[in-house]
């Protein structure tokens, strides 16, 4: 009777291996040799006594899909360099994940797999054609005849090579043997083939080997394949190019050129103030380049809008583009006021007079000037001297010389909180990521921490011996830069209000901050025209521009200094390029580059991308616009463009 139940369980186990395309090992040395098979670098021990622990997987659709959505979620939470090293396992596993599917539970189960996540493979067309070609296969085949499609055969009788460093691969082996993952250990040992390489060359996705290529291989791969197996030729027709070495190499000479060729200046878009006959004092444009803040001497602020009227319900509602093209892809600039105003004919006039009135009421019957002057904040009683939109732009900070700041609803143009707390004027202030806390200097020597549910200060740092005339936020919110007129730079923590660092290294005043916003770095913009770039880390000065002579001017590749005080630093969105303004009217962006120097150490440089004269004199290396009046600010959008506010010179 026992012997009857054995066969009938070997019969069932022999039928479920057919049908899974596997074979039954025979009785002797099958457990070793199945191990070997199966095991992954030690993740299966000699000793398991199940031959089969890697092979019975389910391919139940929810099993299958939770183990990719934890995998995903998992290399999100990693760092570089190991999360982009293991986004080239992604894709094989996919692939490989989606054919189970198919032949285990269904093309319906299979299809709502592969419409979930394949959207994040279309960025690269050999991943695209390649996932056409899998879903031709399987519309075209039955589930029963999958493995009849060459395209099919093909996938799994070949392999996809990546190469990882030997810390991301195991950090991966740790995470698949932490986790229950079967079937995304049995795909990885079966279809993967994992190059130990610490150059990171790997980073650009994996590359399908065919069968013929894998039985060239042995020895260093992780699955006995040797690195040498893989030049660049056949690399090159792994992925299905046909050239020659000599074309490889002239590909492989521009790309280098491309990647050591300055970038391409930023676009600058300048926006002058005419008959400021009430002395503008300040301006500031917020993040999405749609709203520019302007400061005078009598206390009022005005706010404009930089685009074309849309339809919305205010500064935080839904719009509606009303450019040639529509939608937010499309920049709107100033001469499609014509365009949109020649729409704008077509509506019925009592549609019009409609649309007012219900803009009346929700701005509380404050009429604004559609695509111009939105409102003129008054509350100050004495000049603006800085400005800061939150992270919505949904309200205002400003400061003054009345010792006060005060917070403006954007929507409705009231003031909605007055903070006091300094005891003399209030020269600067900046504004945390987030919007959780802002900072405010003073001539009264300090720096003090807001937060805009609290009118008092939270924390009053004070070490400055002169007024502070600048301040800036770390992209982390938890420090910050102050800048004085004592000619140091501090950092400060913003949780418990200690010095980080002191930066002493500047001869005159400091006026301007900005953080990289990888964190890393430190721009400070002095009295007399310099410009350093700190390294946070070390505490030391990368590269700097010096100010006050044109000795390098016009020497391509190289920043020429500034004439005057700098009055403005910003960053580009991946901290690769510096804007610097100063009050001479020139605006220069420069990239900061790393280079090496003659004994093997490294050295760092701000070569010059470009140079624009908003305002003022130029000289013969700069772009002028051949405009009078005062630089007031300049700052990098998130578009990664400039702009840039001039006021310009009148008659009183």
């Known amino acids: 009777m026992k012997k009857v139940r054995t066969e009938k369980v070997m019969a069932n186990v022999n039928d479920y291996l057919k049908r899974r395309n596997l074979e039954l090992l025979g009785s002797g040395g099958a457990t070793s040799s199945s191990e070997q098979q199966a095991g992954v670098l030690g993740l299966v021990s000699p000793s398991t006594p199940n031959t089969f622990t890697f092979s019975t997987t389910s391919t139940q659709h929810t099993h299958v899909d939770h183990q990719y ?24 596993l996919f692939v490989h994940l989606y054919l189970e599917l198919v032949t285990g539970t269904g093309r319906q189960a299979a299809n709502k797999f592969f419409k979930k996540h394949y959207q994040v493979f279309l960025v690269n067309r050999d991943y695209e054609h390649t996932l056409s070609q899998v879903i031709g296969a399987s519309g075209v085949n039955a589930s029963g005849d999958l493995n009849s499609s060459p395209v099919i055969q093909n996938l799994k009788s070949g392999k996809y090579l990546v190469r990882l460093s030997e810390l991301t691969l195991n950090y991966f082996l740790r995470y698949l043997k932490a986790s229950e993952n079967p079937t995304l250990l049995q795909i990885f040992n079966t279809y993967i083939e ?13 590359v399908f080997r065919n069968p013929d290529a894998n039985m060239l291989a042995s020895g260093n791969l992780v699955n006995g394949h040797t690195p040498e197996s893989l030049s660049s030729e056949a690399a090159a027709t792994a992925d299905g190019m046909d ?34 006959y009430n002395g503008l004092s300040c301006a500031t444009v917020n993040k999405q380049g749609r709203l520019l803040s302007c400061g005078f001497e009598d206390s009022v602020i005005k706010l404009w809008k930089l685009t074309p009227p849309d339809h919305n319900a205010g500064l935080g509602g839904s719009k509606r583009g009303m450019g ?8 709107l600039l100033a001469c499609d006021d014509s365009r949109t105003e020649d729409d704008e ?9 409609e649309d007012e009135m219900a803009t009346d009421v929700r701005n509380g019957g404050r009429r604004r000037n559609r695509g111009g002057e939105l409102f003129a904040l008054r509350g100050h009683s004495g000049p603006v001297f800085d400005m800061a939109f939150t992270h919505e732009s949904s309200h205002l900070l400003s400061v003054s010389e009345d010792c006060t700041m005060r917070l403006w609803d954007l929507e409705s143009g009231q003031a909605v909180a007055l903070y006091r707390g300094h005891h003399y004027p209030v020269w600067c202030l900046a504004v945390s990521p987030l919007s959780m806390y802002v900072a405010t200097g003073s001539y009264d020597n300090t720096v003090r921490i807001w937060c805009t549910d609290a009118t008092y200060p939270l924390r ?4 400055h011996t002169r007024s502070v005339d600048s301040v800036a936020f770390h992209p982390n919110g938890s420090y910050i830069a102050s800048g004085s007129c004592d000619r140091g730079i501090r ?6 209000g200690d010095v980080a660092r002191i930066l002493p290294h500047h001869k005159t005043a400091i006026n301007s901050l900005s953080f990289s916003p990888n964190g890393k770095y430190l721009a400070s913009g002095g009295e007399d025209g310099t410009v350093a770039v700190w390294d946070l880390a070390g505490g030391r000065v990368l590269t700097e521009l010096f100010g006050g002579t044109q000795a390098t001017a016009g020497v391509p590749g190289v920043a020429t200094p500034h004439m005057d005080s700098v009055v403005d630093l910003s960053w580009s969105t991946d901290s690769s390029l510096l804007m610097s303004a100063s009050s ?27 140079q624009f004269q908003c305002c003022g004199s130029s000289n013969d290396s700069s772009t002028s616009y051949g405009l009078g009046g005062s630089l007031l600010h300049t700052s990098f959008t998130c578009h990664n463009y400039v702009t840039a506010v001039v006021a310009q010179d009148v008659e009183r």
């Not at 994992?194 to 994996?206: F, H, K, N, P, R």
């Not at 004919?345 to 007079?353: R, V």
Request: proline fraction near 5%.
């Open 194 to 206: 994992v190059e130990v390489d610490e150059s990171g060359a790997g980073s650009t996705g994996a």
């Open 243 to 276: 050239c020659s070495v000599e074309e490889l190499r002239k590909v492989k000479e521009v790309m280098s050129a491309i990647r050591t060729a300055l970038p391409t200046p930023p676009s600058l878009c300048v926006y002058t103030v005419y008959n400021a």
């Open 345 to 353: 004919e077509g509506m019925e006039e009592e549609e019009k007079e």
């Open 69 to 92: 959505v934890r995998l995903k979620s998992w290399m999100m939470e990693a760092s570089e360099p190991c999360r982009s090293e293991l986004s080239q396992v992604l894709f094989p």
């Open 324 to 331: 040639p093209r529509g939608g937010i892809s499309h920049t």
């Open 491 to 496: 950092l400060w923590q913003v949780t418990d």
């Open 584 to 610: 001479d009217g020139c605006v220069r962006t420069s990239q900061l580059k790393q280079g090496i120097t003659s004994d093997g150490g490294s050295s760092w440089d701000l070569c010059e991308v470009g």
């Open 460 to 463: 009053t740092l004070t070490g």
